[in-house]
């Protein structure tokens, strides 16, 4: 177990043309997430994509188990040491259809991490998962959610109950929401006395312009660090285990 976890926030502006240029942006990515020390870099959702379910018609936009796709992702999560959490359509082996975000580990595993509160369009595309899932790295447990996951307390609670010391959030929050994020980020962390991360994609999507703002909220509920702009950026922190436990 470590005293300290240092974490990237990715806020990420997704290319056209699919997954495989998207994969080779996030290596690049993950490389410079190293550079600042990283152990975990937290992607958007969909950010292998982009959020526009349109292009879900097409079965070349789904990732699935093993998907080769990812190999150039996988290779520099095991030359990096760093586990990386992806976003994108997944089609588990059974083929059910799932909003996934999928952690990365440098041995080559890959865990599924599924949006649980679906939203719009997405009911009509996708099924729900059943709750927060748990990333454990260095003895810190980090809760992972997907974009409207944040909105219902009840999800990060029960992160916390899983023992989360962080509450990882992968979204798509647009311009006029962002006193809708900082809300979300910074009671789910208060609350649950808990660090809180968010990687909101940035650039233009489907839903709108972002409004930026990815970074990290101390489990006092109070904002760390946050992203200068709206376009792609790698917000960097360092989550201390001292500052959980003044507050537990």
Same mark, same amino acid.
């Given at each position: ?23 080779? !942006?996030?290596?690049?990515?993950? !490389? ?19 959020? #526009? ?7 070349? +936009?789904?990732?699935?188990?093993? #998907? ?36 990365? +580990? ?77 809300? +979300? ?64």
């Amino acid at each position: 177990m470590t005293n300290a976890l240092t974490v990237s926030a990715i806020q990420y502006q997704a290319l056209d043309g699919g997954i495989s240029p998207n994969a080779m !942006e996030h290596v690049r990515l993950i !490389e410079d997430a190293e550079s600042h020390g990283a152990r975990l870099a937290v992607f958007p959702e969909l950010s292998l994509l982009g959020y #526009d379910l349109e292009l879900l018609a097409s079965p070349e +936009h789904w990732l699935v188990q093993g #998907d080769e796709r990812l190999d150039d992702v996988r290779e520099i999560c095991r030359r990096t040491g760093i586990t990386a959490v992806v976003g994108g359509a997944y089609r588990e082996p059974g083929g059910t259809p799932r909003l996934a975000s999928l952690a990365i +580990h440098p041995d080559g595993s890959t865990e599924p991490a599924f949006k649980t509160h679906l939203h719009g369009r997405e009911k009509d595309v996708f099924v729900a998962g059943n709750g927060a899932s748990v990333l454990q790295l260095d003895g810190w447990r980090i809760g992972l959610a997907i974009c409207f996951d944040a909105a219902v307390p009840a999800h990060s609670t029960g992160a916390a109950e899983a023992g989360a010391d962080a509450y990882a959030v992968s979204a798509v929050y647009t311009a006029d929401e962002g006193h809708r994020l900082e809300l +979300h980020l910074g009671a789910r962390a208060m609350d649950n006395r808990m660090f809180g991360i968010v990687a909101n994609l940035g650039g233009n999507t489907a839903l709108g312009s972002s409004c930026g703002l990815s970074g990290f909220w101390g489990p006092d509920g109070l904002r760390m660090k946050k992203a200068a702009g709206t376009g792609t950026e790698v917000v960097t922190a360092t989550l201390s285990r001292s500052a959980l436990l003044k507050f537990r």
